[in-house]
Antibody, heavy 121, light 107 residues
Framework: QVQLQESGPGLVKPSQTLSLTCTVS??????????WSWVRQHPGKGLEWIGY???????NFNPSLKSRLTMSVDTSKNQFSLRLTSVTAADTAVYYC?????????????WGQGALVTVSS | DIQMAQSPSSVSASVGDRVTITCRAS??????VAWYQQKPGKAPKLLIY???TLQGGVPSRFSGSGSGTDFTLTIDSLQPEDFATYYC?????????FGQGTNVEVK
């Protein structure tokens, strides 16, 4: 059974860069069967899809974040990462990594436990 | 972006009740809808995809229906573990978007 685990700083200063890594176990990113996504949830609010990366490195981002967003994948470590630049308080959220399945429709069928990132000086 | 309007935002129910949650898309999205359950402090869990297909391991008291713009999640005979927040998600066009959530709370 696949497991995903987010890691990274829980506190980031305004204008700096938010960086998170998701480590995948129980599945190989290299297999190419899935896409690897990030979803965030502002405190007490709903869910926002950030974007995904494929094992090849191809990406698809939410246009609302695209100008500040980078994703990368390290198949040797079975990890994928998120970098969001120029953060503000509006980027304070729980960040989830998820495995995205496109077999029938695009759904997030496995999730990490989430990582709270607070943007504050 | 496609907007997903969920209603109600909150519903009070008792164990054994039937609960119905609706999601209306801002444009036609065929059957490209999924439903998730989220409990406090936990990640969402996929319940239903393609509007009506139950994800493996999900109890049969959960069901989904709809196509086009109007979709429904029904929980028959609500169980104690079903008190949670439920979200719809459209997978018709990027960016994927979610409804604002429906909190199913104890009456």
């Amino acid at each position: 059974q696949v497991q995903l685990q987010e890691s990274g700083p829980g506190l980031v200063k305004p204008s700096q860069t938010l960086s998170l890594t998701c480590t995948v176990s129980g599945d190989s990113i290299r297999s190419g069967d899935y896409y690897w996504s990030w979803v965030r949830q502002h405190p007490g609010k709903g869910l926002e899809w950030i974007g995904y990366i494929y094992h090849s490195g191809s990406t698809n981002f939410n246009p609302s974040l695209k100008s500040r967003l980078t994703m990368s994948v390290d198949t040797s470590k079975n990890q994928f990462s998120l970098r969001l630049t120029s953060v503000t308080a509006a980027d304070t959220a729980v960040y989830y990594c998820a495995r995205e399945d496109h077999t029938v429709i695009s759904v997030f069928e496995s999730w990490g436990q989430g990582a709270l990132v607070t943007v504050s000086s | 972006d496609i907007q997903m309007a969920q209603s109600p935002s909150s519903v009070s129910a008792s164990v054994g009740d039937r609960v119905t949650i609706t999601c209306r898309a801002s444009q036609r999205i065929s059957s490209w809808v999924a439903w998730y359950q989220q409990k406090p402090g936990k990640a969402p869990k996929l319940l239903i995809y393609a509007a009506s297909t139950l994800q493996g391991g999900v109890p049969s008291r959960f069901s989904g229906s709809g196509s086009g713009t109007d979709f429904t999640l029904t929980i028959d005979s609500l169980q104690p573990e079903d008190f949670a927040t439920y979200y719809c998600q459209q997978a018709n066009s990027f960016p994927w978007t979610f409804g604002q959530g429906t909190n199913v709370e104890v009456k």
